[in-house]
């Protein structure tokens, strides 16, 4: 376990108490077959089950009874076929006082503890499963078809849920700027392999090489590509072309699970053209604004707006766009260059709880997720607060799609400069992005050592200075 016992003890206590009454259930998750079930993609172990419970192992499944804080770890032991092909796994019941639970039972327990509280009308509180298998075990439990899984998942739960797991604590954080060194290990190299000729592929392997030596996995699957437009943007077989600007998006997860993510784009041939250091600097001022203005009781979505505030009124000296800066922002033009939100919570899941639904995640009662068009992918909005961790990830892109679709429907005319954009239609995008924790006062960049990012930097250390 990545903690001590009493860590989860006291997690599962504090959610006891939030919950009240009822029966919790986290189910663990399952292996997962790629093409036959004996052969499977990399095992993750469902990050809130190991916030409360700690254990990594498959096909497990917690139960914690709020009212009498009765506790069981459920699951089946491992028998002598399966102890050829694995080696020895240990017992449910040593796993369960590992984790300080005092009672363990195979997995076929599970449905009568949960009848006990089903078959009376007593609340069962589960959170919303994101894996069929998971939907499927939940339907058995609850007789509900499995797609209703999500929907009838415990409000209360997930909000406790997300109350805890949103604040990191120092040994989280630590956890984190683990996962942190190897991330800046993965984009340096990056960066030193970076050259015409080299494939998108290549860079990815090695980044995704670097954090399998140091034992950790990527936090999501890395993005290595001239296209920085395409946000998800897969690494191609492409040799890099000199001209053009390389965006990578990559961080590492530790061993325990708490993730890294940034995100730095460079010049291929190792030097920024002019107009290439014009569009870097703006996204770089944007980030920076960020570092300067996070902290505790600021709204995200305030933050998020300024940010597009200072991109169009800089975006307006080079012509891309033009007219009044808050009508603009208001109107929503801004979203022809930065479609996508400033930032998200990152910790055990690189955008964190994200499978507990962003409205719980990152909205309340004040602020409420909005419907325009690139201010509705911001995945938190709320006023930030001590302790937690988040993105500032800034970009401007030159979408080609899109640039025709707003062309040809005279989008924004007011405040876009078609004209101009179009020069910039075989730009690519650039994104910045580094993770900050909240502090008392402000906001500290998290990482003992910085990536390079400021545009001179990128070249000297491109260039081995
Ligand atoms: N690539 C995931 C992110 O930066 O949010
Ligand atoms: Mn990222
Ligand atoms: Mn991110």
Same mark, same amino acid.
């Given at each position: 376990?990545l903690f ?7 997690r ?5 108490e939030?919950i009240?009454?009822g029966l ?9 077959p790629?093409?036959?079930p004996?052969?499977g ?5 469902d %990050? %809130?089950?190991l916030?409360?419970f700690?254990?990594?192992r498959?096909?497990?499944?917690? /139960?914690?009874e $709020? ?7 459920l699951? #089946?032991?491992? #028998? ?22 005092q009672?363990?039972a ?5 449905k009568?503890l949960?009848? +006990?509280?089903?078959?009376k *009308?007593?609340?069962?509180h ?12 939940i $339907? ?10 999500? =929907? ?6 997930i ?7 949103? /604040? =990191? ?10 996962a942190?060194?190897i991330g800046?290990k993965?984009? &340096?190299?990056?960066m ?5 000729g080299?494939t998108?592929?290549y ?5 995704d *090489?670097?954090? $399998?030596?140091?034992g950790?996995k &990527?936090?999501f699957?890395?993005?290595v ?12 077989? +492409?040799p890099?072309?000199d ?6 998006d $990559?961080g590492?997860? &530790?061993? *325990?699970?708490?993730c890294?993510?940034n &995100? ?11 107009r290439q ?7 770089e ?5 960020v ?5 505790p009781?600021v709204?995200?979505?305030d933050m998020?707006l300024?940010?597009?505030r200072?991109?169009t009124?800089r975006l =307006?000296?080079?012509?891309?766009? +033009?007219g009044?800066?808050?009508e603009?922002v ?5 979203a022809?260059?930065?479609q ?12 964190d709880m994200?499978?507990?639904?962003q409205?719980f995640?990152?909205? @309340?009662?004040?602020?409420r ?11 938190c909005?709320r006023r930030?607060?001590?302790?937690w961790?988040l993105t500032d990830?800034p970009?401007i892109?030159f979408i080609?799609?899109l640039i025709d +679709?707003w ?11 078609y #004209?101009?954009?179009?020069?910039y239609?075989?730009?690519?995008g650039?994104?910045?992005? #580094?993770?900050?924790l ?8 998290? *990482?003992?050592q ?5 545009? @001179?930097?990128?070249?000297a250390f491109?260039a081995?200075?």
């Amino acid at each position: 376990m990545l903690f001590d016992r009493q860590t989860y003890i006291k997690r599962r206590q504090t959610l006891r108490e939030k919950i009240g009454n009822g029966l919790i259930i986290f189910i663990g998750n399952n292996n997962s077959p790629c093409n036959y079930p004996a052969n499977g993609y990399t095992f993750r172990q469902d %990050s %809130s089950f190991l916030y409360f419970f700690g254990q990594h192992r498959e096909g497990l499944a917690g /139960v914690i009874e $709020a009212d009498t804080g009765k506790e069981w770890l459920l699951g #089946d032991d491992i #028998d002598i076929e399966d102890i050829i092909w694995t080696g020895f796994v240990p017992s449910v019941s040593e796993l369960a006082s590992e984790s300080g639970v005092q009672n363990s039972a195979p997995m076929s327990e599970l449905k009568k503890l949960v009848d +006990k509280y089903h078959s009376k *009308g007593k609340p069962v509180h589960f959170l919303p499963p994101y894996r069929y298998d998971t939907m499927i075990q939940i $339907a058995d439990l609850l007789d509900m078809h499995p797609l209703l899984t999500r =929907k009838n998942a415990s409000v209360r739960l997930i909000r406790a849920v997300v109350d805890m797991r949103s /604040v =990191k604590s120092p040994a989280e954080i630590e956890e984190i700027e683990r996962a942190m060194a190897i991330g800046y290990k993965m984009h &340096t190299a990056a960066m030193k392999a970076c050259k015409p000729g080299v494939t998108e592929k290549y860079i990815g392997g090695l980044i995704d *090489g670097i954090a $399998a030596s140091y034992g950790c996995k &990527t936090s999501f699957n890395s993005i290595v590509t001239m296209h920085g437009e395409i946000f998800h943007g897969d690494p191609s077989l +492409k040799p890099l072309e000199d001209g053009r600007l390389l965006l990578c998006d $990559a961080g590492a997860e &530790t061993v *325990g699970n708490y993730c890294s993510d940034n &995100t730095r784009t460079m010049p291929v041939n190792g030097r920024f053209s002019p107009r290439q250091r014009d569009i870097y600097s703006i996204v770089e001022a944007c980030h920076d604004l960020v570092i300067e203005k996070a902290r505790p009781g600021v709204k995200w979505l305030d933050m998020h707006l300024d940010v597009c505030r200072l991109m169009t009124d800089r975006l =307006k000296e080079l012509d891309l766009m +033009k007219g009044d800066t808050e009508e603009a922002v208001q109107a929503g033009a801004h979203a022809m260059f930065l479609q996508h939100g400033l930032g998200h919570m990152m910790g055990m899941d690189v955008h964190d709880m994200e499978n507990l639904g962003q409205v719980f995640v990152g909205f @309340d009662d004040e602020v409420r997720p909005s419907e325009q068009f690139g201010t509705n992918c911001l995945r938190c909005g709320r006023r930030i607060q001590p302790g937690w961790i988040l993105t500032d990830e800034p970009g401007i892109y030159f979408i080609p799609a899109l640039i025709d +679709k707003w062309k040809s429907e005279g989008m924004h005319r007011e405040f876009l400069n078609y #004209d101009k954009i179009e020069e910039y239609r075989d730009f690519g995008g650039i994104r910045i992005e #580094d993770d900050i924790l909240i502090t008392e006062k402000g906001c500290r960049v998290l *990482g003992e050592q910085t990536i390079p990012y400021h545009p @001179d930097d990128v070249e000297a250390f491109m260039a081995g200075e």
